[in-house]
């Protein structure tokens, strides 16, 4: 990953920690980035901080963007893989990070930006894993049943599983984000994917059933704990896992992302394009659609390679 580009010079030396911190709000009030998305920013740039401080025996406050070079950037790409054992997934999003932050910084300043310099690692492409529609079932019965506020909880699952929803857009709901008269909902707002989409008729009325029951209370937050305050990351992590637990389903690697990539296999099965996942998720690029695609022409075709080899047992589904 070593490159042959000499060190770039910085005609104005800036306080890193400062310029990090103009990127951060420039992120939130200008490009309108969820607040999830700006944290990993953050963390990313605060570990390449790290790791030049390391590298020039300097303190983090006393690094300028002098110290930012395409030797540093490689040195801190390879030290992630090699001491953090790094997934490349995680090295080319790190990547993104400091070329999105040296376009931000170098633009006005220095006519070549050294993150540039430094290629992509390339990523096999890996098909999502989705959940069958008899996991779907257990773990939604399982949370009516078993999670610790079972009407709030469904209702959470049902925005994962039928609509795609991030955590980051679930936890910024508010009460008036849900229309119910023209039967959508309202994800992502104030940032770059905000959109309406249709619910389904079931999530419409899980959604109506939580708000009968929930404390008329501001804030307006449209999920709220115990406490009658919005719910946190944690929370919904810790109803999850158990309605995991409960539905059977421990075996299975279960996680937010694998309920989103669960809905839009299932949009892909029911004849959906790409280009219309990419509006229903709030996704940016066509490739991630693409994917579900494929994933469902896979399925489709193991299931016809099935029921080929088992045509006594479809007789017998058939007729149940």
């Known amino acids: 990953m070593q490159s042959a580009l000499s060190q770039t010079t910085i005609q104005k030396p800036r306080y890193l920690v400062d310029v990090i911190e103009g990127f951060l709000y420039n992120l939130e009030n200008v490009r309108h980035l969820s607040p999830h998305t700006i944290f990993h920013y953050g963390h990313d740039l605060t570990l390449f901080m790290r790791y030049i401080s390391s590298q020039t025996k300097s303190t983090v406050n006393e690094l300028s963007l002098a110290d930012i070079t395409t030797e540093m950037i490689d040195g801190f790409l390879v030290n992630m893989k090699e001491e953090r054992n790094n997934s490349e997934r995680s090295i080319k999003r790190r990547l993104s990070t400091l ?25 096999s492409e890996k098909l999502p894993d989705p959940l069958s529609k008899g996991d779907v079932l257990a773990l939604l019965r399982a949370a009516r049943a078993h999670a610790p506020n079972p009407a709030r909880d469904y209702a959470i699952l049902q925005l994962f599983l039928y609509c795609g929803a991030r955590l980051s857009e679930v936890l910024q709901l508010t009460v008036t984000d849900v229309l119910f008269a023209d039967g959508c909902i309202r994800l992502g707002r104030n940032t770059t994917r905000d959109r309406e989409i249709l619910l389904p008729s079931e999530t419409i009325h899980s959604l109506f059933a939580y708000l009968m029951k929930r404390p008329d209370v501001e804030p307006r937050a449209l999920f709220l704990n115990r406490y009658k305050k919005p719910i946190t990351k944690g929370a919904i992590y810790h109803s999850l896992a158990r309605s995991i637990s409960a539905g059977g389903l421990r075996n299975l690697n279960i996680n937010v992302d694998i309920l989103r990539h669960t809905c839009f296999t299932k949009m892909a099965r029911e004849g959906f394009s790409p280009a219309e996942i990419m509006m229903y998720s709030g ?7 693409k994917l579900y695609t494929k994933l469902a022409q896979k399925l489709f075709l193991q299931e016809q390679e099935w029921r080929k080899n088992n045509p006594i047992d479809q007789e017998k589904a058939t007729d149940s």
């Open 283 to 289: 996704l940016h690029r066509i490739h991630t659609p």
């Open 99 to 123: 070329r999105s932050f040296c376009t931000y910084t170098w633009d006005l300043e220095v006519k070549d930006n050294p993150a540039l310099a430094v290629p992509l690692p390339s990523i």
